[in-house]
Nanobody, 121 residues
Framework: QVRLVESGGALVQRGGSLTLSCAAS????????IAWYRQTPGTEREPVAA???????DYRDSVKGHFTISMDKAKNMVILQMNNLKPEDTALYYC???????????????WGQGTQVTVSS
């Protein structure tokens, strides 16, 4: 069973930075493609960034250049480094495993509780 736990969300000011972690338990996270998603009330969950099992990355256009996704195999986690945060980045952030690379409407595990990112203006 794929189980991932998100952490690292906080309240920050515009222009600030945060590092989100997606920790895997019970399996090597490098076995899967991993994606970060975000959701605000009343909207669909949207993919933000993803990293493949071989290290390829993919980003939605609005975060290119200020979000970076990476995999720390030693810690068995995927990291989302978020810089120059904007109020529109405010959301509940989730991670999940993808069965197919860059196919975001299918995920392997169930959704966790997510981690809240709030960017004040």
């Amino acid at each position: 069973q794929v189980r991932l736990v998100e952490s690292g969300g906080a309240l920050v000011q515009r222009g600030g930075s945060l590092t989100l972690s997606c920790a895997a338990s019970g399996f090597p996270i490098s076995n899967y493609h991993i994606a970060w998603y975000r959701q605000t009330p009343g909207t669909e969950r949207e993919p933000v960034a993803a990293i493949s099992s071989t290290g390829d990355t993919d980003y939605r256009d609005s975060v290119k250049g200020h979000f970076t996704i990476s995999m720390d195999k030693a810690k068995n986690m995927v990291i989302l480094q978020m810089n120059n945060l904007k109020p529109e980045d405010t959301a509940l952030y989730y991670c999940n495993a993808l069965p197919f690379w860059r196919i975001y409407d299918r995920v392997v595990g169930s959704w966790g509780q997510g981690t809240q990112v709030t960017v004040s203006s």
